[in-house]
Structures are given as structure tokens and as C-alpha cells.
């Protein structure tokens, strides 16, 4: 990794050969005998998981990719832990790492941690970013991008639209990161004013109008509206949000591609971002993007881990 070494907090420790290298070691480690195949990579590693805001997906393939590599984990239940004894979480890192922990992978509400507890991890340690704040989301932007390669080699050609709570969504930014590595054609970024961030902040044609965003697009990430990171002022109206912005099979077949892929990260708001009839549309590739998400952070672990031992 560029500047990470055994840690990866953003996208942007990755150059194009990096993401390119694990996003190749992720294809490898979707073979079906994936599952036991590689169960001495990390053979006498331990791996310690710290969530610090609820998640399903990323905890669950986090903890199967490092027992599909042999590791041992600790989950750390944060609120049975001393951690609600006001134990700082370097001290906490610091003490898992005191019994062999070294690899630790950190979910986290506040915007920065991620750097800061990188620069002062025990020695011999890395941490992996698995979702911090509105910034960032490392591991969903390279399953994300294994996703759309999948389907579409080249994503020179590609025109990706984001719909939703982009202002909030450490998703998009990870997202459309990973996608500009990969030479993406073109972002839009589209929803009301006040998803979208403020302008030069992300790559992408900021839009208001749906249909316009729509209009050509070959991939479609929607986004949750992510309630528990905004005042209750800023949320707007379900009815007429999913009047403007939310997506149904007729839309996306009338104003997108007609190939068009639908990805979203999970969880769903049923009913608002989505129409439930898409849940059973042949084109949306949510639970290919959570199957995907073993086989990234497989790859992630076992890289990091590389990196780890060559500093030793
Ligand atoms: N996409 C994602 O991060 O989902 P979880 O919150 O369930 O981990």
C-alpha cells in the first residue's frame, strides 16, 4: 500500500496498482473452495473486531474472511467491554494488541479517527477502516468497484449514477474513489440539495432531476438516507422524497440503460430509496455485493497481513 502499511484508512492510501491487486486477489478468493482453501494464510493471527456503530454486513463478512484465513477473532462488545468503564479505545487497542492481536478492524461514527489511531497504534499493528462517519468506507468502495468490473471490464465507457444521501454517505465518497482509480467515464451525483455535497467536494455532475440522472446511466448505486446522521429537520418527507427520488422497475427501465446494474450498500429503506419490486429484479446486484464483500475483505486481511510481517 502506498502509505498505509499494514492499515488501510481511506481509498487514498491505494494507487490504481493497489486497488487493481486486491480487487484481483478478491476474484481469486471467490472460487467455491475459497471457503477452506486458504485457511493457512493467517494460521496463529489473531484478528480483533471493533464496532463502534451497529452494522450486519461488513462485521459478519469481516469475521468470515479472517476465519476463512485461519485467523482467530475477537469481537469486542463494546458495551460489555471497559470500554463503557471509560477505557480509552487506544488503551483498548493497546491491550488486545498485549495478547497477540495485531490486525484490528474499527467501525466508528467520528470523522478522523481512523488517521489518528493509525499514527498511534502499538507497534507492530494495523488497522482496518470498516466505516467511518460521512468519510469514508474503504472496503465497500473495492466491493463496490469488484461488483460493477464484474460485469463491465471496462469502466472507461462507464456512466455511474448516485442517488440519494450523498452528503452523508462515507459509502459514495469510498465509491466514487475506488471508480476513479479505475478510469470511470462519468459521476453524477444526484438528490436534493441538501444530500449533495458541496461542490468540488466529490467528483461528479451535481444534479437535482432524477430523469436527467437517469437518463444513459449503466450503473445505479442508491443510497440510504442515513437518518442517524442528520437532525430530524433534515429529513425529508418519505412521500414526496420517494416521489422524486426513489426507484422502481418502471424507472429505471424507462430513463436508464437497458442494461442498466443497480447496486446499494444495505441496509434498504424498503418503501423510500428502493420500491420493493425491485428486490427480485435480475439486475439489481445487492446480495452479489454482500457475497463479494467475504471475498474483499479475504483479500484486504491477507494483504495487510503480508504487509505486517515485512515490517516485523
Ligand atoms: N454496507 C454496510 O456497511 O452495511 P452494514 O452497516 O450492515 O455493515
Redesign the pocket.
Known sequence: MRDGGGSLVSIRDLDRQDLLALLDAAEGFLAVDAPVAHRARLAGAAVGLVFCE??????VSFELAARRLGADVVALDEHHSSRSKGETLIDTLATLRAMGVRQFVLRHAEDGIMARLRDSLPPGSGLVNA?EGTRS?PT?GLLDALTIRRHRPDLTQLTVTIVGDVAHSR?ARSTVAALELLGVGAVRLVGPEGFLPPPGQMRGERLHDLERALSGADVVVALRIQRERMAATEFPEARSYRERYGLDVARLERLARPDCLLLH???VNWGIELDPDLARWPRNLMREQVRNGVAVRMAVLATLAEALHADA
Open positions: 451497529p452494522s450486519t454486513r461488513t462485521r466505516g468506507h465497500q459509502v450498500p444495505g441496509p
